[in-house]
């Protein structure tokens, strides 16, 4: 007869522990295939628990296919698949990695998270829970399903003045990914240019793939097209709109030689990053590249990390048409990245005007808040040392630091008071000596209230 | 004074059309920055509406930030990026692709998605909304939430004999987007092997990613050691837990050779696909290769694409400990692909044991279905001119067919007749006469009912 110490302690039930130690029993081998299990009655006696109990243990099995019934004959073991092998339960990791604390942190520029209406989304994705119900659990097209495609559509339309068909929209689980489909589509052969200073996981996922990948400087207008036309380059990587981390707008001039040159060559594109398009404050808007480009050479990146969330893992790129015709006739087996209820919650989200408002509303919030990081500073100890650089940046700005202390230097010492900052050329492949001293304020993320204290730090460490 | 033509039509109301007049104006730029626009009073004289009308239409483009109001003086246009180009709407593709309807299907290997307990599925989810509330908007670890590794190292530690760190698991948006980490992380320069006949899209994303692929032929245990060693292959991918779609599973021996070919040379490595391993049916369970792998030769994949649903994309794999550093160390720019709020359901729905319910039930009707499928073969007038080979298959079973009719040939018969064949040389890179008129018959997603007249159709066509 099956005997368990089955302890009556608060955590688990009786019936719990019970049906516990015959699973493990069931799994471990040591009771058989169609193994007859004891009656009800016996096994409450044996064990001196209650009927109901065994009862409720048993029927948990059955619910679970571990143990079927035939009627008038009894409780069986059912065929289920074994552990083969005795087992050591897998050592888990019990604690987080822990992240350092600082007083404030520079390095990362989230957007803030704090207006974001959660409370809306929420409902949305109930919403979307109720009415897709079990067709969330079919497959989208593989480039994105059809109600995303084209509410992003209408928002570029309305927000960005663009003009695209959703058909050539393609959604992926992250801009990253979609750099390394682009890739799959152009060619890995190819040679690709990217910014210097710039956004450096760019490269890095082209160095990963073992992409050729030369840096080329930027002059006050952005990416010089002149040290491009010296390069061996065939596909330029840039963000026109606002680049990271110098905050350069690309004028109108500088993107038509950029066309110029890739119509200059078969096989030449720009992939456009707009990736935060959205949170420019001030000057009148400049068209995309992809909406001046007449010859398809553009192909237009953005994500909905910064708008959104991060986590949410939703982007986007607009291929040419005939880009949009190879990737479908050569990499249409690859399915969709992001789960379907992702994309109808986002749809609906956009369509219902929610996304605009919250976009509409974080603006708002960013500017108070720059301007209130920004008279602070002017205000502080700080501000005879350094010149503030406002640019035309949306969730950062720059500030020229007066000092002879290196910036790796600066950054050792700040550190050490909790401060972590990051300067400009975190962000040079080649150094240039023009970028030292130039510290990157990314205020979106900042505890406002700690500023005072951290401006008299960092005057303090400069002096 | 703004004037608009405000329909009384039944589809939006007044202060909606309105407000859509008003914004229209300001994003095209007819209405200038800080243009002060009529009183309330006066435009409802103006327009012959309400005075509340204008109200709500005004509070609206308030709150989504195209007006700003201040005391006293009116309502001015806000701040906004105008549409600096006449447009046009976007086409927008009004017709999903029409997808052709068969009789029968058989090319679709789906799983029962009837089986899928989609109300569970949907209350965790809301379970998920309300305690995590924000923190669905942080990201999780690069390589997958713990919430949801540690669930995967409890359930294969379970259910699959598996004793693995969850440290060691790296979740993504796909197997298909590991398979590309995976190159990355091994390196493109290598030669990768394939088996022949096997899951094709494998060697397609090899190809793309324009790495040296080669095909091996199997033999009755599987994928021959003797012509991998007369290839250039490093690599090797394979399924020994169930091939698809001979159904080989790979006895001790053979695994054991290619465990040993992989020790014998620096660099060798061993992808182990376990995709469906869940739907074993009968014959006791081997261990998979990286449990019995002691020298990190290994990697493992599996996914819940087919036990849960494919628009869920969240695979994972299990790397060897020296491999997970090297990610870590070159990779971990990459963040995870798939949402935190699909992580977290998945882990819930994996810990509160529903899965494995879920699994369980999802066997049993796999085998009844399996099981009349078969004896409605057996009894069917096709049942002289086949032999079925049940193997140990999961989703599907193989069928010999005694004809002279070349497979491609059957193929358009009986597809004009409704049915689609797929055939075992549907899945072989290098023709091999032993495999000709084989039907594959992946029967779990079919509609049983229809299955009588399906099988006098084939019969009809193969006499």
């Given at each position: 007869?099956?005997?368990y110490n089955l302890e009556?302690n608060s955590k688990t039930s009786?019936?719990e522990s019970l049906y516990i130690f015959i699973k493990h029993d069931i799994l471990s081998g040591r009771l ?28 948990q099995l059955?619910?679970e296919g571990y ?13 289920v698949e074994k552990n083969t092998r005795s087992l050591k339960m897998p050592a888990l990791r019990k604690t987080q990695v822990t992240q350092k604390e ?106 990963i ?101 991060p986590s949410?893992r ?150």
């Open positions: 007869m099956l005997t009556r009786l019936y058989k295939n169609d193994e007859r299990l004891p009656s009800k009655r016996s096994l409450s006696q044996h064990l001196k628990v209650s009927v109901i109990t065994v009862e409720n243990a048993y029927a059955i619910a143990v079927y019934a035939i009627e008038k004959k009894g409780y069986f073991v059912s065929l600082y007083l404030m942190d520079f390095q990362q520029n989230s957007v803030f998270s704090e207006s974001f209406p959660f409370t809306v989304w929420a409902k949305t994705m109930r919403e979307i829970i109720l009415e897709q119900d079990k067709k969330l659990l079919q497959p989208v097209d593989f480039n994105g399903s059809l109600e995303l495609r084209e509410a992003i559509a209408q928002y570029l339309f309305h927000f960005r003045g663009m003009s695209v068909n959703s058909e050539n929209i393609v959604i992926g689980a992250g801009t990253e990914y979609l750099y390394n489909l682009i890739t799959q589509l152009l060619g890995k052969e190819k040679t690709y240019a990217v910014e210097n200073p710039g956004y450096t996981k760019v490269s890095k996922i082209y160095g793939n073992g992409i050729m990948c030369e840096h080329i400087n930027l002059d006050s207008k952005g990416l010089s097209v002149n040290c491009l036309r010296n390069s061996k380059a065939d596909i330029v990587h840039i963000s026109p709109a606002h680049h990271y981390p110098t905050g350069i707008v690309m004028p109108v001039g500088r993107r038509q030689s950029l066309l110029k040159w890739a119509n200059e060559k078969e096989g030449r594109y720009i992939l456009e990053d707009d990736y935060d398009s959205e949170f420019r404050f001030v000057g009148k808007p400049i068209p995309t590249l992809f909406s001046t480009d007449y010859n398809q050479k553009v192909i237009y990146f953005n994500t909905f990390s910064k708008t959104i969330a949410i939703i982007s986007y790129m607009i291929l040419p048409t005939h880009l949009f015709e190879k990737f479908n006739t050569q990499m249409n087996f690859y399915s969709c990245t992001v789960p379907s209820f992702e994309q109808y919650t986002l749809a609906r989200f956009i369509n219902n005007g929610s996304f605009e408002k919250h976009i509409n509303r974080t603006k708002k919030l960013c500017r108070q808040k720059r301007d209130a990081v920004i008279s602070a500073i002017r205000e502080s100890p700080l501000s005879d040392k350094v010149t503030i650089n406002e640019e035309k940046s949306g969730l950062h700005f720059l500030i020229k630091i007066d000092t002879r202390i290196p910036d790796n230097e600066l950054k050792l010492l700040a550190e050490k008071k909790g401060v972590r900052l990051v300067f400009m050329t975190d962000y040079l492949f080649t150094p240039e000596e023009k970028y030292a001293h130039i510290l990157i304020f990314n205020y979106s993320g900042i505890d406002i209230s700690r500023l005072h204290e951290v401006l008299q730090i960092l005057s303090n460490l400069i002096k």
